[in-house]
């Protein structure tokens, strides 16, 4: 097995965030990899019988971008990494992991997984969808219950 040299740690902005991204910068650590952080920010559907609605949803998803890139920019700070990529970027989460680790070498992608139960469990997951679609190993770090 060769060493990974593209680790990318896809997170949510929650409180769960600090442990997965750490347990990617240890993995880098001892690789010698480079590492992204990346978060996705989700399209707000749009309501097309309305036209006032554009306008303020662009302004919110341009508030969401903005919030999750000072959020990165805290988390990179915390994990004490110095090579760092902080990638935001909008669109469906599970493809735009795909997409960014097809489009950069990314040989391991790391993210957070929930114990999910219900409906959630049949519907399936970003964590599972991922680790089908993925072309590069993939690690699930067990988080929440």
């Known amino acids: 097995m060769s060493d990974y040299q593209h680790i990318l740690c896809a997170i949510d902005l929650n409180d769960d965030a600090l442990h997965v991204a750490s347990r990617a910068a240890e993995l880098a650590k001892l690789y010698h990899a480079q590492l992204s952080l990346m978060h996705v920010v989700e399209y707000i559907p749009i309501d097309l019988a309305n036209e006032l609605v554009l306008p303020q949803q662009q302004e919110i998803e341009q508030?969401?971008?903005?919030?999750?890139?000072?959020?990165?920019?805290?988390?990179?700070?915390?994990?004490?990494?110095?090579?760092?990529?902080?990638?935001?970027v909008q669109g469906s989460t599970k493809s735009e992991i795909i997409e960014f680790?097809?489009?950069?070498?990314?040989?391991?992608?790391?993210?957070?997984?929930?114990?999910?139960?219900?409906?959630?469990?049949?519907?399936?997951?970003?964590?599972?969808?991922?680790?089908?679609?993925?072309a590069c190993d993939v690690l699930a770090v067990h988080v929440g219950s």
Do not use: W
């Not at 990165?72 to 990638?87: F, G, H, P, Y």
């Open 63 to 88: 508030q969401l971008v903005a919030q999750a890139t000072a959020h990165l920019t805290s988390l990179a700070k915390k994990i004490n990494r110095e090579q760092l990529d902080e990638v935001v």
């Open 101 to 134: 680790a097809n489009q950069h070498q990314v040989d391991l992608i790391v993210l957070g997984r929930h114990g999910r139960h219900g409906i959630s469990r049949l519907l399936g997951s970003v964590a599972n969808s991922v680790l089908h679609h993925a």
